[in-house]
C-alpha cells in the first residue's frame, strides 16, 4: 500500500480547508496513490478518477461540501471523492454486493446530493439546487451553492445543452465545470468535439476577458501561461465571444486541471465574488500519474483487476465467445452480404461491439456521441430511406430515446433493427445499468417485434431474422458477458416470426422461457427430475408477436404454466396472461405463475447474486414449480 501520512488525516473534506496549499499539493499526490492502489484490488473506472484528483482536492477544498450540492456527471469519476469523503474504509468493496457503488448514490452519502450513471444530468440537477436555494428549499444539510462536473464527451449531449441555455437565460449563480479531458469512453464525437479541439491557443498567452462580469480582474499571468486552450475561438462568428457566453454563462479558462495552484485561485475568486453562472473550463488528462492508463487506448477506462506494476489486468479466461462479440460478428457476415446493412451507437462502440464492425465496414458504422434520441431518428431516417439501421444500445440507455421510438419509428412503421445489449441484470454496475424495462416499454407499441435469445447461437439467428424483416420495426436483447458455450451455426437462419420452439416434452407442469434464463431452467428441470417431476419446457423466443398456438397447447395439455423472463412486470409474462386471459383458459382451472423481476432496484453483485435476489436461479425455480404443484420446496423440505 503507498504510503499516505496527509491523506490518513482527511476524514471529510472539512479536514482539507484547514491545510496549506502545499499540503493540498501533498494530499493530492496521496489521492493519485491511493485510487490506483484501490482500483486494482477491486477493478472499477480507473482512468476517469485520475484526471480529477487535483480537481476533486480543490472543489473540496475551496467549497463547503455537502452544504455545497457538488454534483459529477455520470460520476465514473467519483472515486477519488468517495476516499476524501468519508468512505476510504469501505473502497474495498467497490461495486461488490452490499459494498459501495461504482457511481455517487444519494443513500450512499451526503456528500452524494444527486445520483448519477447516466450522462448529461448535471447541470440540470445543479440549476434545480440552485433555484430550490432561492426559493427557500431546506433540506438537510442547507443549501448553498451548486457545483456541475461535466465531460466534454457528456456535454455533448442535448440535455446538456437544455440545462445550459435555461441556466443562462435565468441568471441564477450556479457553477459548471467542463471536465475537458478529450477523451470519454471513446474517443469524442461531434461538432461539440471539435469546437473544444478547436479552442487550443495559437499562442502562449491569451488576452483574456473578465471572468465574471465586473467582479474580476483579468487572470494573472501563469494562469494565462498555463492554459493551453484559447478563449475567443468564435470571434469570426459571434460578437459575445464562446458558445457558453451565448448561451448566458460567464466563461472562465482554459486553466490546467492539474495545476493546483490555477485551480484554487481561479475556484477561491469565483467563490467570492461571482452572482451569475459560470463555466469553468478545465482541461485534465485521463488516466492522469500512471502510466499503464496513461498509455492504453481507452486511457484506463475500465479496469478488471491489475497488478500495481505492470498494469496487467486479472481476466478470467471466457469459457464461451460474449454475447456482444457474436452479435458484432453476426453483424458483420451479414453485412458482407448486403450493403444496406448499417450499425448506429450512441458513444459506445467498444461496449457494444460496434468497433469490431466498424474496422469490417468503416463506412457503414456511425457513432452519433451521447445522444440516443438523435440516434433513434436518425436509424428511422436511415430506414425510411431505404438503409437497413441496425440501432445497437444498452437496454439501460435505449430508455432515454424512448420518444423516439414511439413516435419516430412505431408510428411509421419503420423497419429499425434494435440490437439491445445488457439485458437483464448485470452485475457490478448495479441498477443505473441494469436492462430491466425493454420488454415492457418496446412489446406494448403496435407492430412492434420483440425477440430475446436464449443462448448465442438463437443470437445469430436473431440477428439474421431481423436483417430479413423490413415490415416495421424489430428488436433483440441479450445479456452481458459469455454465452452458453452452444455449438454455433454456420450462419444465421430467419427464425418464423412469432413462433417458438419447444426444448422438451414434459408432463403436469409447463415452463415457458424468454431469453437466457433458459439454461437455469434446464437445472432446475434435472433437479425436479430427481423428485420424479419432468416439466415441459419452451422457448418463447418472441414477446411480441406471441406464439399463440404453443402457448394455448402448453395450457391445454398441463395443469400449470409458469413464465420466465429477465425483466420486470408488465413484459413478457402479461402479454401471455393477457392472451389467456382473452380465450378464456382461466375459466377452466389453469394454474398460471408469471417469474419476474421483483418490484425494487437491485444493488450492485455477482449477477448470481442479483439473481438470487430476484428469485430467479434453478433453485427458486424448482421452488415454483414444486409451489405450483402443491408440493414442499426445497426451502421448506431442508
Given at each position: 500500500?503507498?504510503?499516505?501520512?496527509?491523506?490518513?488525516k482527511?476524514?471529510?473534506?472539512?479536514?482539507?480547508?484547514?491545510?496549506?496549499?502545499?499540503?493540498?499539493?501533498?494530499?493530492?499526490?496521496?489521492?493519485?496513490?491511493?485510487?490506483?492502489?484501490?482500483?486494482?484490488e477491486?477493478?472499477?473506472?480507473?482512468?476517469?478518477?485520475?484526471?480529477?484528483?487535483?480537481?476533486?482536492?480543490?472543489?473540496?477544498?475551496?467549497?463547503?461540501?455537502?452544504?455545497?450540492r457538488?454534483?459529477?456527471?455520470?460520476?465514473?469519476?467519483?472515486?477519488?471523492?468517495?476516499?476524501?469523503?468519508?468512505?476510504?474504509?469501505?473502497?474495498?468493496?467497490?461495486?461488490?454486493?452490499?459494498?459501495?457503488?461504482?457511481?455517487?448514490?444519494?443513500?450512499?452519502?451526503?456528500?452524494?446530493?444527486?445520483?448519477a450513471?447516466?450522462?448529461?444530468?448535471?447541470?440540470?440537477?445543479?440549476?434545480?439546487?440552485?433555484?430550490?436555494?432561492?426559493?427557500?428549499?431546506?433540506?438537510?444539510?442547507?443549501?448553498?451553492?451548486?457545483?456541475?462536473?461535466?465531460?466534454d464527451?457528456?456535454?455533448?449531449?442535448?440535455?446538456?445543452?437544455?440545462?445550459?441555455?435555461?441556466?443562462?437565460?435565468?441568471?441564477?449563480?450556479l457553477?459548471?465545470?467542463?471536465?475537458?479531458?478529450?477523451?470519454?469512453?471513446?474517443?469524442?464525437?461531434?461538432?461539440?468535439?471539435?469546437?473544444?479541439?478547436?479552442l487550443?491557443?495559437?499562442?502562449?498567452?491569451?488576452?483574456?476577458?473578465?471572468?465574471?462580469?465586473?467582479?474580476?480582474?483579468?487572470?494573472?499571468g501563469?494562469?494565462?501561461?498555463?492554459?493551453?486552450?484559447?478563449?475567443?475561438?468564435?470571434?469570426?462568428?459571434?460578437?459575445g465571444?464562446?458558445?457558453?457566453?451565448?448561451?448566458?454563462?460567464?466563461?472562465?479558462?482554459?486553466?490546467?486541471?492539474?495545476?493546483?495552484?490555477?485551480?484554487?485561485?481561479v475556484?477561491?475568486?469565483?467563490?467570492?465574488?461571482?452572482?451569475?453562472?459560470?463555466?469553468?473550463?478545465v482541461?485534465?488528462?485521463?488516466?492522469?500519474?500512471?502510466?499503464?492508463?496513461?498509455?492504453?487506448?481507452?486511457?484506463?477506462?475500465?479496469?478488471?483487476?491489475?497488478?500495481?506494476?505492470?498494469?496487467?489486468?486479472?481476466?478470467?479466461?471466457?469459457?464461451?465467445?460474449?454475447?456482444?462479440?457474436?452479435?458484432?460478428?453476426?453483424?458483420?457476415?451479414e453485412?458482407?452480404?448486403?450493403?444496406?446493412?448499417?450499425?448506429?451507437?450512441?458513444?459506445?462502440?467498444?461496449?457494444?461491439?460496434?468497433?469490431?464492425?466498424?474496422?469490417?465496414?468503416?463506412?457503414?458504422?456511425?457513432?452519433?456521441a451521447?445522444a440516443e434520441?438523435?440516434g433513434?431518428?436518425?436509424?428511422?431516417?436511415?430506414?425510411?430511406?431505404?438503409m437497413?439501421?441496425?440501432?445497437?444500445?444498452?437496454?439501460?440507455?435505449?430508455?432515454?430515446?424512448?420518444?423516439?421510438?414511439?413516435?419516430?419509428?412505431?408510428?411509421?412503421?419503420?423497419?429499425?433493427?434494435?440490437?439491445?445489449?445488457?439485458?437483464?441484470?448485470?452485475?457490478?454496475?448495479?441498477?443505473?445499468?441494469?436492462?430491466?424495462?425493454?420488454?415492457?416499454?418496446?412489446?406494448?407499441?403496435?407492430?412492434?417485434?420483440?425477440?430475446?435469445?436464449a443462448?448465442e447461437?438463437?443470437?445469430?439467428?436473431?440477428?439474421?431474422t431481423?436483417?430479413?424483416?423490413?415490415?416495421?420495426?424489430?428488436?433483440?436483447?441479450?445479456?452481458?458477458?459469455?454465452?452458453?458455450?452452444?455449438?454455433?451455426?454456420?450462419?444465421?437462419?430467419?427464425?418464423?416470426?412469432?413462433?417458438?420452439?419447444?426444448?422438451?416434452?414434459?408432463?403436469?407442469?409447463?415452463?415457458?422461457?424468454?431469453?437466457t434464463?433458459?439454461?437455469?431452467?434446464?437445472?432446475?428441470?434435472?433437479?425436479?427430475?430427481?423428485?420424479?417431476?419432468?416439466?415441459?419446457?419452451?422457448?418463447?423466443?418472441?414477446?411480441?408477436?406471441?406464439?399463440?398456438?404453443?402457448?394455448?397447447?402448453?395450457?391445454?395439455?398441463?395443469?400449470?404454466?409458469?413464465?420466465?423472463?429477465?425483466?420486470?412486470?408488465?413484459?413478457?409474462?402479461?402479454?401471455?396472461?393477457?392472451?389467456?386471459?382473452?380465450?378464456?383458459?382461466?375459466?377452466?382451472?389453469?394454474?398460471?405463475?408469471?417469474?419476474?423481476?421483483?418490484?425494487?432496484?437491485?444493488?450492485?453483485?455477482?449477477?448470481?447474486?442479483?439473481?438470487?435476489?430476484?428469485?430467479?436461479?434453478?433453485?427458486?425455480?424448482?421452488?415454483?414449480?414444486?409451489?405450483?404443484?402443491?408440493?414442499?420446496?426445497?426451502?421448506?423440505?431442508?
Open positions: 500500500m503507498p504510503d499516505t501520512p496527509l491523506l490518513d482527511v476524514h471529510s473534506p472539512a479536514d482539507l480547508r484547514g491545510m496549506t496549499d502545499a499540503q493540498l499539493r501533498q494530499v493530492a499526490d496521496e489521492l493519485r496513490a491511493d485510487t490506483i492502489a484501490t482500483v486494482s477491486t477493478g472499477g473506472h480507473l482512468g476517469a478518477g485520475l484526471g480529477v484528483v487535483e480537481l476533486t482536492v480543490a472543489l473540496h477544498a475551496v467549497f463547503d461540501t455537502p452544504r455545497d457538488l454534483i459529477w456527471d455520470v460520476s465514473h469519476q467519483c472515486y477519488p471523492h468517495k476516499i476524501i469523503t468519508g468512505r476510504r474504509d469501505r473502497m474495498r468493496t467497490l461495486r461488490q454486493e452490499n459494498g459501495l457503488s461504482g457511481f455517487t448514490k444519494r443513500s450512499e452519502s451526503p456528500y452524494d446530493p444527486f445520483g450513471a447516466h450522462s448529461s444530468t448535471s447541470i440540470s440537477a445543479a440549476l434545480g439546487f440552485a433555484v430550490a436555494r432561492d426559493l427557500g428549499g431546506a433540506p438537510e444539510p442547507a443549501l448553498g451553492d451548486a457545483i456541475a462536473v461535466i465531460g464527451g457528456a456535454i455533448s449531449a442535448g440535455m446538456a445543452y437544455e440545462a445550459l441555455n435555461n441556466a443562462g437565460h435565468w441568471g441564477k449563480r457553477f459548471v465545470v467542463l471536465n475537458d479531458n478529450e477523451m470519454s469512453i471513446a474517443p469524442p464525437t461531434g461538432a461539440m468535439s471539435s469546437y473544444l479541439s478547436r487550443y491557443a495559437d499562442k502562449p498567452v491569451q488576452d483574456l476577458k473578465q471572468a465574471v462580469k465586473g467582479a474580476l480582474s483579468f487572470m494573472p501563469p494562469i494565462q501561461e498555463g492554459a493551453r486552450r484559447a478563449k475567443d475561438l468564435l470571434k469570426h462568428a459571434t460578437v465571444g464562446t458558445l457558453f457566453e451565448e448561451l448566458g454563462f460567464n466563461y472562465v479558462g482554459p486553466i490546467d486541471g492539474h495545476d493546483l495552484d490555477q485551480l484554487l485561485w475556484f477561491r475568486t469565483l467563490q467570492a465574488r461571482a452572482d451569475e453562472p459560470v463555466l469553468i473550463h482541461l485534465t488528462k485521463k488516466g492522469k500519474g500512471y502510466g499503464p492508463a496513461e498509455d492504453a487506448e481507452d486511457r484506463g477506462h475500465a479496469r478488471a483487476k491489475f497488478d500495481l506494476v505492470t498494469g496487467k489486468q486479472q481476466k478470467a479466461t471466457p469459457n464461451a465467445p460474449s454475447y456482444t462479440k457474436v452479435f458484432a460478428q453476426a453483424l458483420i457476415d453485412a458482407d452480404r448486403d450493403d444496406k446493412i448499417v450499425a448506429v451507437t450512441a458513444a459506445m462502440p467498444d461496449g457494444t461491439g460496434l468497433d469490431l464492425f466498424a474496422k469490417a465496414h468503416p463506412s457503414r458504422m456511425f457513432d452519433v451521447i434520441q438523435h433513434v431518428t436518425f436509424c428511422a431516417g436511415l430506414a425510411a430511406g431505404g437497413k439501421p441496425f440501432c445497437a444500445m444498452y437496454s439501460t440507455f435505449l430508455q432515454r430515446g424512448y420518444d423516439q421510438v414511439v413516435h419516430d419509428v412505431a408510428i411509421q412503421r419503420l423497419p429499425v433493427r434494435f440490437a439491445i445489449d445488457r439485458a437483464g441484470l448485470v452485475g457490478a454496475d448495479g441498477a443505473t445499468h441494469a436492462g430491466s424495462f425493454d420488454v415492457a416499454y418496446l412489446a406494448n407499441l403496435p407492430g412492434f417485434v420483440v425477440m430475446a435469445a443462448d447461437a438463437e443470437l445469430v439467428h436473431m440477428v439474421a431481423a436483417v430479413a424483416h423490413d415490415d416495421g420495426p424489430i428488436a433483440f436483447r441479450y445479456p452481458r458477458g459469455e454465452g452458453e458455450g452452444v455449438e454455433m451455426p454456420a450462419r444465421g437462419v430467419p427464425l418464423e416470426i412469432g413462433k417458438g420452439r419447444m426444448i422438451r416434452e414434459g408432463s403436469r407442469v409447463a415452463i415457458l422461457s424468454f431469453g434464463r433458459l439454461g437455469e431452467v434446464l437445472k432446475a428441470c434435472e433437479s425436479l427430475g430427481a423428485q420424479g417431476i419432468t416439466p415441459t419446457v419452451a422457448d418463447a423466443r418472441f414477446a411480441k408477436p406471441l406464439d399463440r398456438e404453443l402457448i394455448l397447447k402448453l395450457a391445454a395439455e398441463h395443469e400449470a404454466l409458469i413464465t420466465i423472463e429477465e425483466g420486470a412486470v408488465g413484459g413478457f409474462g402479461s402479454h401471455v396472461a393477457q392472451l389467456l386471459s382473452d380465450e378464456g383458459v382461466f375459466d377452466h382451472g389453469l394454474k398460471f405463475r408469471s417469474m419476474v423481476l421483483p418490484d425494487i432496484f437491485i444493488d450492485q453483485a455477482s449477477p448470481k447474486a442479483m439473481y438470487d435476489v430476484a428469485a430467479m436461479n434453478a433453485p427458486q425455480i424448482v421452488d415454483k414449480v414444486l409451489s405450483v404443484l402443491g408440493k414442499d420446496s426445497q426451502a421448506k423440505s431442508a
